[in-house]
């Protein structure tokens, strides 16, 4: 399933970060409408990193994987126990 | 639920401890920190992957380095990943075969984030030498496990196993 990519185009400025840092291109400039515009959805491999740097928000991702905060897993610390 | 308590914090102790002597390392010696840790992974990597039967397919041994850190409930779970772009998974270059990796859950990661260190630093170099050490082990190859971005949620690896 790919990542769910939606661009607030009202807070978009066209600044063109999400397109410079993304890995793997999702984003595209449109240079008649100064905005990003997502092209290839299906390469996001959501590492967030528009989302993070993006000044005006505009960026959010759905159906993606959150990475786990594993010291606040009770299942992950108890597998843990063993090297503490 | 106090045991739990109790882990919870010797690990958030032992992540500190951990953090605090990366940066300290890389601050005293620089570079050579990354080499290190380098060192460290591959050691590692030899170590769990210890009678992992051979092969030299790309493909098998990255699923057997995963089934390693599984069983050994490493949080440092890959996927091999490819783009609209892309032909194939494995890709064939001058210097042997390469694959790009996605990286998710990891316990590098949340470790740097809870403690305010950068990315891209010598922690994260372990993981470059897991997989040389692993991959030296399974295919008995060469291999480099460049960072092409680091992200908040997710890190884009570049795996190269060199021809021999």
Known sequence: ?84 | MEETRNQRLALQDAMVFLGAIASGTEQAIGESASGISYLAGVNLGKKLSRGVPSTDSIEQALQATREVLEKNDYLWLFEPFQTHDQESLVRRTEQGMEVMLVFRDCMIRQSLFRFGHVQKGSLCNMMYGFFAGALQNIMGRESSLEIVHAGENACYKRLLVRDC
């Open chain 1, 1 to 84: 399933m790919p990542v769910e990519i939606t661009v607030h185009e009202q807070s978009c400025r066209g600044c063109e970060l999400c397109v410079d840092i993304c890995p793997t291109k999702v984003f595209a400039m449109d240079q008649e409408r100064r905005l990003c515009t997502v092209e290839h959805a299906e390469d996001c491999i959501a590492c967030l990193s528009c989302a993070y740097i993006c000044p005006s928000g505009a960026i959010t991702q759905r159906d993606f994987h959150p990475v786990k905060n594993f010291y606040r897993d009770e299942e992950f610390c108890q597998k843990m126990g063993k090297f503490l």
